[in-house]
């Protein structure tokens, strides 16, 4: 997890407008944990390719869900899942007034309910960090495109986290439903961006 996700903003001019309030919001609490902007920009980019639905697990304060909503074509469905009531709360108080985007106070499994998601986003349980790792094959539709955050950028094989292979990263690079890169984002932050297959 980031620990300079929130601060990684002070300066930054431009942000669209619910990423900005976001901002505040998680600046207010004293979290932390917000999505750096590298992230965010990248899902913007990404939310802009989802037809229906876009899903996120560990929503915090909002921010990546309002890079998500200032990307997202009209008419795409927003679900972002938190755990933590407070930091739920926030984030849906940022969206009132965008029925399109619902924050639920929930385990991040919730998201196997309102599935599938043409663009998901693992921030916060299901990266298989630790817990069980979501199951793509049941989350996305095929052709669907997952990210999860928060990796160091890796030069060697097979990546390495704390000087051990890093089961995590290789679990979604590996993963035979999915085609996969580890995307560096700055030079010391990496997302795994993946496509699952289309049924042979
Ligand atoms: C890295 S922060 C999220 C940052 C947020 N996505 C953003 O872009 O600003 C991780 C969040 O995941 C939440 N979380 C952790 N485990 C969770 C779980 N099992 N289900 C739902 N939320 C979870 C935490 O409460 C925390 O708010």
């Known amino acids: 997890m980031s620990?300079?996700?929130?601060?990684?903003y002070t300066g930054e001019a431009g942000l669209p407008g619910g990423v900005a309030r976001a901002v505040a919001a998680a600046r207010?609490?004293?979290?932390?944990?917000?999505?750096?902007?590298?992230?965010g920009r990248?899902?913007?980019?990404?939310a802009g390719g989802a037809r229906l639905?876009?899903?996120?697990?560990?929503?915090?304060?909002g921010v990546g869900l309002a890079w998500l909503a200032a990307g997202a074509r009209p008419g795409t469905e927003l679900i972002g899942v938190e755990r933590d009531p407070g930091r739920a709360a926030a984030a849906a108080a940022l969206f009132a007034d965008a029925p399109h985007v619902r924050v639920l106070t929930a385990?991040?499994?919730?998201?196997?309910?309102h599935g599938p998601y043409d663009l998901l986003v693992l921030d916060g349980?299901?990266?298989?960090?630790?817990?069980?790792?979501?199951?793509?094959e049941e989350l996305l539709t095929p052709g669907g495109v997952l990210v999860v955050d928060d990796f160091t950028?890796?030069?060697s094989w097979p990546p390495l986290f704390d000087g051990r292979p890093d089961e995590a990263r290789?679990?979604?690079?590996?993963?035979?439903?999915?085609r996969a890169v580890d995307l560096p984002l700055a030079a010391d932050l990496s997302s795994v961006v993946a496509v699952r297959r289309h049924p042979e």
Request: overall charge negative; hydrophobic content about 30%; some cysteine.
């Open 3 to 8: 620990t300079a996700g929130t601060d990684a």
């Open 28 to 39: 207010r609490a004293g979290f932390p944990y917000s999505c750096r902007p590298e992230q």
């Open 42 to 46: 990248l899902l913007q980019v990404l």
């Open 53 to 61: 639905r876009i899903g996120e697990s560990g929503t915090g304060y």
């Open 107 to 113: 385990d991040w499994t919730e998201l196997y309910v």
């Open 125 to 136: 349980g299901g990266q298989g960090k630790g817990g069980p790792a979501a199951d793509p």
């Open 153 to 155: 950028p890796a030069d």
């Open 170 to 178: 290789l679990h979604w690079l590996q993963h035979p439903a999915l």
